[in-house]
């Protein structure tokens, strides 16, 4: 079969559980006999508006190409200029066309919308070729891509003139374009605690009856538009597939949890009788993730405990000794961070679509803690259905009940232990390609 993937990147230009898992599954697929390619959105072209195609050389991709001048990509920075996201006049579609042309695949697999012109999903639909989207966010029905608003806190009317007050002050297009140049990218996935707090703070928002909703409102018609294009949806958790039900009616598709290629089984057996309580955090430390809610919970324990967080990049201000930020672990080091944790906790306040690091604490053996609104909750239920708490307050009195009784945490990992161990990316690849 010839699968032609649509994602933000590859490393190092992009990184980030979205990167890992597409690179991983197009490797899975190309080591079972597929015909993989992938396209991406890269940076802009100076003295020229319109949009270019660059074929790189890669060396198991069997066409890598990039879109450059294309549609602006947000991230997580959100939209301040919405008419710049489905203003197409500039981009060429007899390029577009002739890619298609030279891949010639059977699937069109996205990962994101993302810079992705809607022509070309209208092509691809011209040529029977089958789009599949897998769930990685909700980006195309919040613009902010979570569903938080400016306060951190879950989205109660997502609508045009929401949007509006939400995106108002966030990064200009100028600057979105900026930061997606490939040597900008590069250097800041260089820097280790390097950037500060603010980078990863929620944009401020405008007094809605001084915002225009109405280019919000074209701007999520039209991927509304897109959504309206795609054959099967891939969702990697049942938390994501009743969020965008939720939005856009019944959606053909499957729930398929997602892994990675560094996700295998290295459970170790251990004991859990250090005098200290030792919590691991892994991920960005912005509102949404639920770390200050963590940090909050934890400085109300009366036992002795530490906090180690990984996995980003930011200066903290932190006023507390017993909480430590580790930044980004290196490839490799994985048995040394979650072999010192004691419990890894995911204390996320969107409903996040999965949350890899959870596979990842489990496939070392190590205990993880995770909130009712992450989608790899189900995987947690497998092994402690107690693990899986509600709210602020759900978190106080598990973290209590685990500092008062450490037996817990030794049962949960004999679960862990004992029960067999299916995640692997040979076998999500097998599940996948039935869906296609």
């Avoid at 198991?60 to 200029?81: A, E, F, R």
């Avoid at 919000?216 to 969702?235: G, P, V």
Wanted: glycine content about 6%; proline content about 5%.
């Amino acid at each position: 079969m010839k699968i032609l993937h649509y994602s933000l990147g590859l490393s190092p230009y992009r990184r980030g559980g979205l990167t890992r898992y597409a690179t991983d599954l197009m490797h899975a697929q190309q080591e079972a006999g597929h015909e993989v390619s992938m396209l991406y959105p890269a940076g802009v072209v100076p003295l020229t508006r319109l949009m270019k195609t660059r074929h790189h050389h890669h060396p198991w991709l069997k066409h890598l190409i990039s879109l450059q001048n294309t549609l602006p990509v947000p991230l997580l920075h959100g939209v301040s200029d919405p008419q710049s996201l489905c203003d197409e006049q500039h981009i060429d579609e007899s390029a577009l066309e002739r890619i298609l042309q030279r891949v010639q695949p059977d699937v069109l697999h996205l990962h994101t919308l993302m810079g992705l012109p809607s022509a070309f999903l209208t092509m691809a639909r011209q040529r029977h070729i089958r789009i599949v989207y897998t769930t990685h966010d909700y980006y195309g029905l919040c613009l902010r891509t979570n569903f938080t608003d400016y306060h951190g806190k879950a989205c109660q009317r997502p609508d045009a003139a929401c949007c509006a007050s939400c995106n108002a002050k966030a990064m200009s297009t100028f600057r979105l374009r900026v930061c997606n140049q490939p040597i900008v990218m590069r250097m800041k996935n260089w820097l280790h605690l390097g950037m500060p707090e603010w980078f990863e703070q929620p944009t401020a928002h405008a007094d809605e009856s001084q915002c225009d909703a109405t280019h919000y409102e074209s701007l999520l018609a039209h991927y509304h538009t897109m959504w309206q294009q795609i054959d099967r949806f891939h969702f990697n958790s049942a938390v994501a597939r009743r969020v965008f039900e939720r939005h856009l009616g019944a959606l053909p598709g499957r729930v398929i949890p997602i892994t990675h290629l560094g996700i295998t089984d290295r459970r170790q057996a251990r004991v859990f009788d250090s005098a200290i309580l030792r919590v691991g955090f892994v991920g960005s430390v912005a509102p949404y993730k639920g770390f200050r809610v963590l940090c909050n919970a934890m400085k109300s324990m009366e036992v002795p405990w530490r906090l180690d967080v990984w996995g980003n990049r930011i200066k903290m201000k932190i006023d507390d000794g017993r909480i430590h930020n580790r930044g980004i672990f290196a490839d490799g080091s994985e048995n040394e961070v979650y072999g010192g944790m004691d419990v890894l906790v995911v204390p996320s306040l969107w409903e996040e679509t999965f949350a890899l690091v959870v596979l990842e604490a489990l496939s070392h053996g190590t205990p993880v803690l995770v909130s009712d609104t992450v989608g790899a909750q189900e995987v947690v239920r497998r092994y402690a259905p107690e693990f899986v708490y509600h709210g602020e307050e759900g978190l106080r009195q598990m973290l209590a009940a685990i500092a008062a009784d450490r037996s817990m945490l030794q049962r949960y990992h004999r679960a862990i232990m004992t029960m067999p161990w299916h995640e692997s990316m040979s076998r999500h690849c097998e599940e996948l390609m039935m869906l296609y």
